[in-house]
Structures are given as structure tokens and as C-alpha cells.
């Protein structure tokens, strides 16, 4: 049996999507700026992906962005935002848990003389509203806080935080991460006062190497990458057509029976928590139940390096991470595990499960029997 159990990381596309995008590549492939027929006839699926993103998230079509994927939109996000605003203040603030998206660009801009402040979280890994209210200040000129972290699955008080910093300085702009949370949960940023929003396709049964950035319109950002003036100046560059539409066409399919799967998943979700929890020394990071993400559960298994417990299930037909796909050939500890107050000891004994509407209830009852199995034989020959 094969077991995909990194949907954290990437999912498989939906085989409508890839019909989808295989008709635009050799049948409908205009440019969209083409004004002849076959650029008209590209041109329908920009409007097509505008209006269903749209419609989704509850915004103006113009404030729908296209990109090559979650990371570029946080780029654009953070950096356009930063260099727009810096006249009204040099001030940032994000979370010790972010995506390295958001990290690394907040270095960054570190290195460009903005000041940033990241917050604690808990050990479930949930910030503080106190510590953000304190935290911002009449130079605070954007806030960036994910809503779904991709590591432990937290989910954050968004529609709070949001509130909060408009209410302290409304005009803060604030940002959010749901690469990991579109999709599995509805997003609206206008009544969760959410200037700007990022969100990836492979995520959810998409193509790779697109994404979106929802952009409140009236919101400062100036462009990081100049050339045609596609996408209104934001985002120059030829739109990456079958991607687009095919993120269009996954995020349709995903949305119309969301409840039904997520319900599914956090029941799954629940079967392997127990069957993790029932091995000797195991603990469970982040949040329990419906606190937490349904797609992701994030484990450590003492006197068991994750690298080897990985590999071991992998002999077995079972796929899982050991963290961050972004970060896995890394060889630093995980920033979010630091932070949410893992031992050190098990920073490196940490496997991330990530589940997905395909998953099954017999995938996940493989997974615990053989887990019962290897991790005994593992520490035993650790000890040895």
C-alpha cells in the first residue's frame, strides 16, 4: 500500500485540473495580451480565475494578483508594503513561527533599516492579542501573521488580530500567510480586515508554480519586478495561463464539498492522534481537536531521529516529512519547534503527518500498525 502523508508539502492535482491545463497548453494557447482571437480566447480564463478567487474570498475581482506561488506573493506582500509605506514609518511586525517566506523576506528588510518585531507564541504556538496590541505603534506600518501554521497546523486568532490592528492604527497594513488555510477553511478578508492575503495552488490539488496575493484595492504596494505592466503593474511578466486556471478549477472543486472533507480529515486526523499517542513517549505539538489545523499533525518520538523514522515508513509505502518541505535540506533546528518550546532532544525526533480529502481511514490504520511496529525497533537499536 502507498500512503501520501505530506499533503503539507504538496497534493496531488485533481485530474479535471490537469485536463484543464493540458487544453489551454495545446489547444487554447494564446498570450492574454494578444489582441487577435486566440489572445481573446486566453483572456477568458484570466476572467474566469478572476471571478472565481473573487467570489471565494468575497472581494473585487481587481484585487485578485496572480504569481508563481505562496512565496512570491508573501515577497510581493512584504516588500512592495514595506517600500511603499517607509515614509510613514519603518516599523514590522510578525511571528517567531512564520514560513520562511515571511522570515527570511523579514531579515531582509531588516538589512534595508526597517525595525521588526516578532512575537512569542504559546506552547500550542498561538500569539498572544495582548503582546500584539503592545507591540503596535503609530510607525507600525504592516503586520504579517499566518493564518495556518504549515508546520504544527496552529491556527491563529486572525479576525482578532485584525481587529485589533485597525483598531490601534488603522492605517497598518496587515498581511496573511493562508497558503496552508485556503482551502480548508473560508477566508474573508473583508470583514477579517485583511489588507493582503497569500495563497499557493499545489496546496490543494493545484498545479505548482502559481499562487495568488489578494490586495485590498487602495492599499500601498509598490511592484518588486518591472517589465510589460501585466496585472495592472503589480506583477509584470506573461500570465502563466494553464496554471491559473487550473488553480481556478482546484480551488472550485475543493470548495464545493469543504465542510464534508475537512469534517473527514479532522476525524482521520483524530484516528492518528490516537495511534500515535498510544506509543510510550510521543508528544503531540500544537493545538488538540478543532483548536488545530484538520490536515495536520505534528509528532515527536523520542530517542528516534525523524530522518530515520522517515525513511523507515518509507520502506513501507508511507510518505511523511520531517518538517518543512521549504526548509527540509536545511540542516537547522525548525524555527516553530524552537519556539513553541519543544526539548531539544526531540527537535530532531519530530515527524509532520499531513493529510488530504483523498486520504482514506485505511491509509491511516496502515500508518499507526506500522508505526506500532518500527519505533519500538528503532529505539532499541538506538540504545544499541
Known amino acids: 500500500m502507498e500512503v501520501y502523508l505530506d499533503n503539507s508539502a504538496t497534493t496531488a492535482c485533481f485530474e479535471e485540473v490537469a485536463q484543464l491545463m493540458h487544453k489551454i497548453l495545446c489547444e487554447d494557447y494564446g498570450n492574454p495580451s494578444s489582441l487577435h482571437h486566440k489572445g481573446v480566447e486566453a483572456e477568458a480564463y484570466l476572467r474566469y480565475a478572476n471571478e472565481t478567487f473573487a467570489r471565494l474570498l468575497k472581494v473585487n475581482e ?80 504592516l503586520v504579517s501573521i499566518m493564518h495556518t501554521n504549515n508546520e504544527i497546523g496552529t491556527l491563529q486568532p486572525i479576525a482578532e488580530a485584525g481587529a485589533l490592528i485597525k483598531r490601534k492604527n488603522p492605517a497598518t497594513l496587515f498581511h496573511v500567510d493562508a ?5 480548508k477553511t473560508h477566508i474573508y478578508p473583508g470583514k477579517m480586515h485583511i489588507d493582503l492575503l497569500s495563497a499557493s495552488g499545489h496546496k490543494l490539488h493545484g498545479p505548482k508554480g502559481i499562487g495568488i496575493l ?5 492599499a500601498k504596494v509598490r ?16 500570465e502563466n495561463l494553464p496554471g491559473i486556471a ?22 482521520l486526523r ?26 495536520i499533525v505534528s509528532a515527536s518520538f523520542r530517542g528516534v531521529r525523524s530522518e530515520v523514522l522517515l525513511h523507515a515508513l518509507e520502506e513501507r509505502g508511507i510518505y511523511v516529512s520531517a518538517g518543512s518541505a521549504c526548509a527540509a535540506h ?21 515527524i509532520r503527518f499531513s493529510l488530504s480529502g483523498f486520504t482514506t481511514g485505511e491509509e491511516i490504520a496502515y500508518t499507526c500498525r506500522n508505526l506500532e511496529e518500527i519505533v519500538p525497533k528503532l529505539r532499541r537499536y538506538t540504545r544499541h
Open 214 to 218: 489578494y490586495m485590498r484595492e487602495g
Open 179 to 183: 497558503v496552508q488555510g485556503f482551502g
Open 62 to 141: 481587481k484585487e485578485i494578483f496572480f504569481t508563481s506561488g505562496g512565496t512570491e506573493s508573501d515577497n510581493i506582500a512584504l516588500i512592495g508594503a514595506a517600500m511603499a509605506n517607509h515614509r510613514t514609518g519603518r516599523h514590522l511586525i510578525t511571528t517567531k513561527i512564520e514560513h520562511p517566506a515571511v522570515l527570511q523576506t523579514m531579515a531582509y528588510l531588516e538589512d534595508q533599516g526597517f525595525e521588526v518585531t516578532y512575537l512569542s507564541v504559546d506552547r500550542q504556538g498561538r500569539i498572544s492579542l495582548e503582546e500584539l496590541e503592545q507591540a503596535v505603534r503609530p510607525d507600525t506600518i
Open 270 to 295: 483524530e484516528e492518528l492522534t490516537k495511534g500515535v499517542r498510544s506509543l510510550d513517549d510521543v508528544i503531540i505539538n500544537g493545538c488538540p481537536g478543532r483548536e488545530g489545523a484538520a490536515h
Open 223 to 238: 511592484p518588486i519586478t518591472y517589465g510589460g505592466g501585466q496585472q495592472r503593474g503589480l506583477r509584470s511578466g506573461t
Open 330 to 350: 536545511k540542516p537547522q533546528p525548525s524555527a516553530t519547534l524552537k519556539a513553541v518550546g519543544v526539548e531539544k532532544e526531540l527537535l530532531e525526533s519530530t
Open 246 to 267: 487550473g488553480f481556478a478549477k482546484a480551488a472550485e472543486m475543493v470548495y464545493q464539498d469543504m465542510e464534508i472533507d475537512v469534517d473527514r480529515m479532522y476525524a
